[in-house]
Structures are given as structure tokens and as C-alpha cells.
């Protein structure tokens, strides 16, 4: 029983270039959330998903960053002309309903040159 | 979000001596959850309090919630090396899991 899975584990990018990372959630799991974590601090929520859906993104930046969740396959978190501020841990996290117990990925640490 | 502040930020301890880690909200807070994050790892969810005064246990692991609402602590008794890492309170605002995080209090252990 797979837990969520998150690919790649580290990810390096220059300024300017994209990252896309993904994330599996548990099977079973519709709910999808994205969570940035910087070092020594807290996680910061950024956007929740369902199937296809967004329901909540008011934790994302406006400009460059975006979160899709297709019927079929991952969800991408997608961050465009990467900047040197967008190095952090990203992790990702699935429940199985609404207000049910949270399980996070191993996360992806992005660093950017 | 509401902000959700912890303290200590830091915390030594020797094998066997006991740990505290408070969280606290200047507002009510709807809900409190903790999870422990292991260096290098990922959060794992510890416990949800939602009652004005609960308590929970897990083994040598005890919740509290405030009777205000307003304020929760972890503590642990007699610490053992495998309960180093950071700890987090959250608080779920909204429907669903959309976590306001404490900035955490890292745990060490010296044998």
C-alpha cells in the first residue's frame, strides 16, 4: 500500500527555467494539497485540489506558479522562470476525504542556481 | 489563516529528562493538529484535538488543548533519541486540511 509518492526527490534549475513537480496520492485518495517549507520554518499551505478541480489556491503566487490535478495521472505543481526565492521543500499531501487524517509525501527539495 | 505561534523554538534535553513544546493564537482556534518531522523527513500526523480542555495520550505522548481554545501543548515524558525532530502545531482553517503551521520546535536528544 503505496503511501503518496512525489518525483523527483531533488530537483536543480537555473533561474528562468521551469520546474514541474509531481505527486501521487494515496490510492483511494481524491483530496490533493501542495505545501512549501522553507528551511527551519513551518510548512506554508499554497493550493488544494480535487479530480480536476481547484478549491482553494489562495496560499499560491499569483504570477508563475500553477497546480492541475488531472483526472488521469499526477498532480503537477508547476513553477515557471524559476527565481532563486523558489528554493524550498515542496510537499505534497492526500486525504482520503474532506476534513480526514493528512499523509505527506517525501517532498521535493528544489534548488534553484 | 489564523497565525498560529510556538514556542520554544529550540529545545536540549538529556535521555529520560521530559520535553514541552506550546502552541498559542491570540483567536480561537477551530481545531489544533500536531505532527513530528524527522531531520531530512517529512511531516507525520501525530493527533487532532477539537474540544475546548481535551486531553489525549499516545504512550508517553500527552495533548492538551486549552479551555479557551486558544492554546495547545505536546509534551513528552522521559525523551528518548527517537524522538528527535521538529514538532508542529497546525490548525485546519476552512473545510478540508488547509494547515496554518506553527513554526515548529526542534527536539535533541543527547544520550
Known amino acids: 500500500n503505496a503511501g503518496v509518492m512525489q518525483n523527483p526527490r531533488h530537483l536543480v534549475r537555473r533561474r528562468g527555467q521551469e520546474a514541474r513537480l509531481r505527486c501521487s496520492p494515496m490510492?483511494?485518495?481524491?483530496?490533493v494539497y501542495w505545501y512549501r517549507q522553507l528551511p527551519e520554518e513551518g510548512l506554508k499551505f499554497m493550493v488544494y485540489?480535487?479530480?480536476?478541480?481547484?478549491?482553494?489556491e489562495s496560499g499560491m503566487p499569483k504570477e508563475r506558479f500553477s497546480a492541475e490535478f488531472p483526472k488521469e495521472g499526477p498532480s503537477i505543481l508547476r513553477i515557471q522562470q524559476v527565481v532563486r526565492g523558489d528554493s524550498a521543500a515542496y510537499f505534497c499531501?492526500?486525504?482520503?476525504?474532506?476534513?480526514?487524517?493528512?499523509?505527506f509525501g517525501s517532498g521535493t527539495q528544489l534548488s534553484v542556481l | 489563516g489564523q497565525q498560529v505561534m510556538q514556542i520554544p523554538q529550540y529545545q536540549h534535553v538529556q535521555e529520560g529528562e521530559d520535553f514541552t513544546t506550546y502552541c498559542n493564537s491570540s483567536?480561537?482556534?477551530?481545531?489544533i493538529q500536531w505532527y513530528k518531522q524527522r531531520p531530512g523527513g517529512h511531516p507525520v500526523f501525530l493527533i487532532q484535538?477539537?474540544?475546548?480542555?481535551e486531553v489525549k495520550k499516545q504512550k508517553r505522548l500527552t495533548f492538551q488543548f486549552g479551555e479557551a481554545k486558544k492554546n495547545s501543548s505536546l509534551h513528552i515524558t522521559a525523551t528518548q533519541t527517537t524522538d528527535v525532530g521538529t514538532y508542529f502545531c497546525?490548525?485546519?482553517?476552512?473545510?478540508?486540511?488547509?494547515?496554518?503551521f506553527g513554526g515548529g520546535t526542534r527536539l535533541m536528544v543527547k544520550p
Open positions: 499531501a492526500s486525504s482520503r476525504g474532506v476534513d480526514e487524517k493528512l499523509f
Open positions: 490510492k483511494g485518495h481524491s483530496h
Open positions: 485540489l480535487q479530480k480536476e478541480n481547484i478549491i482553494d
Open positions: 483567536t480561537t482556534l477551530s481545531n
Open positions: 484535538l477539537v474540544k475546548s480542555g
Open positions: 497546525a490548525e485546519a482553517y476552512n473545510a478540508g486540511n488547509m494547515l496554518t
